[in-house]
T-cell receptor, first 114, second 113 residues
Framework: DTGVSQNPRHKITKRGQNVTFRCDPI?????LYWYRQTLGQGPEFLTY????????KSRLLSDRFSAERPKGSFSTLEIQRTEQGDSAMYLC????????????FGPGTRLTVL | DAKTTQPNSMESNEEEPVHLPCNHS???????IHWYRQLPSQGPEYVIH?????VNNRMASLAIAEDRKSSTLILHRATLRDAAVYYC??????????????WGLGTSLAVNP
């Protein structure tokens, strides 16, 4: 069990550019979550997948944001036309359906939009 | 999900016990109490959870009030590596497809050497 991995760990981009982040969950976990965290705040939910199905999306996820989990394994989060307000830590978590659904988090991708 | 209230910050000395409180006066009968913590520059990590009875694991203990309107996370011997933000979160066992965690600001724990 290598845990949840996220790439890249850091991303600096200019306003207006598109960025894509990848999350690799724990291998047997069928649920995958994306959260966003700004400095001094707790994480905010963005979206959640069960296998390849996207079951819930936050209103925070504007039309510039899209997430996919095409084969029910890894997931990507894309932000189009980035804005300075998108600067944050993007966290991915995975869990195994059943029980208390404990979520295991990756180290996050820190996005800085200049 | 019901709301939780935690102190913004607490301080402890190394090797002393730490009691981190959480109030959840609007908890429902099917809400589990979960604790996560986030070390500096890392993603959150699960600590412990419980429903009614006190719980122990290798990381911590969770003491739940009889009326379930409050709980306390207990670190028996704080180490410098326990310096983190601790989050108390309620999760409804009957949430169905509503699986997200709703996070507050948590308690920032400082541990003095």
């Amino acid at each position: 069990d290598t845990g949840v991995s996220q790439n890249p760990r850091h991303k600096i981009t200019k306003r207006g550019q598109n960025v894509t982040f990848r999350c690799d969950p724990i291998s047997e976990h069928n649920r995958l979550y994306w959260y966003r965290q700004t400095l001094g705040q707790g994480p905010e939910f963005l979206t959640y997948f069960q296998n390849e199905a996207q079951l819930e999306k936050s209103r925070l996820l504007s039309d510039r944001f899209s997430a996919e989990r095409p084969k029910g394994s890894f997931s990507t989060l894309e932000i189009q036309r980035t804005e300075q307000g998108d600067s944050a830590m993007y966290l991915c978590a995975s869990s195994l359906r059943g029980g208390q659904d404990t979520q295991y988090f990756g180290p996050g991708t820190r996005l800085t939009v200049l | 999900d019901a709301k939780t209230t935690q102190p913004n910050s607490m301080e402890s000395n190394e090797e002393e016990p730490v009691h981190l409180p959480c109030n959840h006066s609007t908890i429902s009968g099917t809400d589990y109490i979960h604790w996560y913590r986030q070390l500096p520059s890392q993603g959150p990590e699960y600590v412990i959870h419980g429903l009614t009875s006190n719980v122990n694991n290798r990381m911590a203990s969770l003491a739940i009030a009889e009326d379930r309107k409050s709980s306390t996370l207990i670190l028996h011997r704080a180490t410098l590596r326990d310096a983190a933000v601790y989050y108390c979160i309620l999760r409804d066992a009957n949430a169905g497809n509503n699986r997200k965690l709703i996070w507050g600001l948590g308690t920032s724990l400082a541990v003095n050497p």
